[in-house]
T-cell receptor, first 112, second 116 residues
């Protein structure tokens, strides 16, 4: 089966940099995705890594190391609006439709 | 283009009652998923439709849950009879057919269900 581990909560201050780690166990691997959820609303796609290395999208970057079954989401120049839940997710290799398996989510609190 | 829409946004029902949640996926998306998030826990997969067919219903908790997608368009998720542990946020999501590893799955705002 598939499982993902990520910290339950992280606190940081405005302007800082924060890293949210994710380790996974999966019988087949098709990349690691990150989703953001504000106030329990619709989870929205942030980034995806299929290969090792860093993917950068503005203030957000995501990293993957397949040999370590590990990835992280890096948020720079934190803003108050970044306070949200962040989920890492992997695709179920046995589901052709791209079904995602999610971690428990990391609650990020950004303080002034 | 409209996103994934869900109805109702909030529902409070008594234990033993029935609730039906509806999801309208993004037009043209063959894949439709139902997920549930209980407070503080992971977003847990319930089931997956490809058009009108159930591709995977391995996450459905028990036979009190019934999902349908007649005609391959909108979907309903019925809980009958509802129990206290069914409380949570039910998310619907959709994606286009042929979704590969990194393609985005689009989520609705969720239907918040409280069973009292």
């Amino acid at each position: 089966g598939q499982s993902l581990e990520q910290p339950s909560e992280v606190t940081a201050v405005e302007g800082a940099i924060v890293q949210i780690n994710c380790t996974y166990q999966t019988s087949g691997f098709y990349g690691l995705s990150w989703y953001q959820q504000h106030d329990g609303g619709a989870p929205t796609f942030l980034s995806y890594n299929a290969l090792d290395g860093l993917e950068e999208t503005g203030r957000f970057s995501s990293f993957l190391s397949r040999s370590d079954s590990y990835g992280y989401l890096l948020l720079q120049e934190l803003q108050m609006k970044d306070s949200a839940s962040y989920f890492c997710a992997v695709r179920d290799p046995y589901n052709q439709g791209g079904k995602l398996i999610f971690g428990q989510g990391t609650e990020l609190s950004v303080k002034p | 283009e409209a996103g994934v829409t869900q109805f109702p946004s909030h529902s409070v029902i008594e234990k033993g009652q029935t609730v039906t949640l509806r999801c309208d996926p993004i037009s043209g998306h063959d894949n439709l998923y139902w997920y549930r998030r209980v407070m503080g826990k992971e977003i847990k997969f319930l089931l997956h439709f490809v058009k009108e067919s159930k591709q995977d219903e391995s996450g459905m908790p028990n036979n009190r849950f019934l999902a349908e997608r007649t005609g391959g368009t909108y979907s309903t998720l019925k809980v009958q009879p509802a129990e206290l542990e069914d409380s949570g946020v039910y998310f619907c999501a959709s994606s286009s057919q042929g979704t590969q590893s990194g393609n985005t799955i689009y989520f609705g705002e969720g239907s918040w269900l409280t069973v009292v």
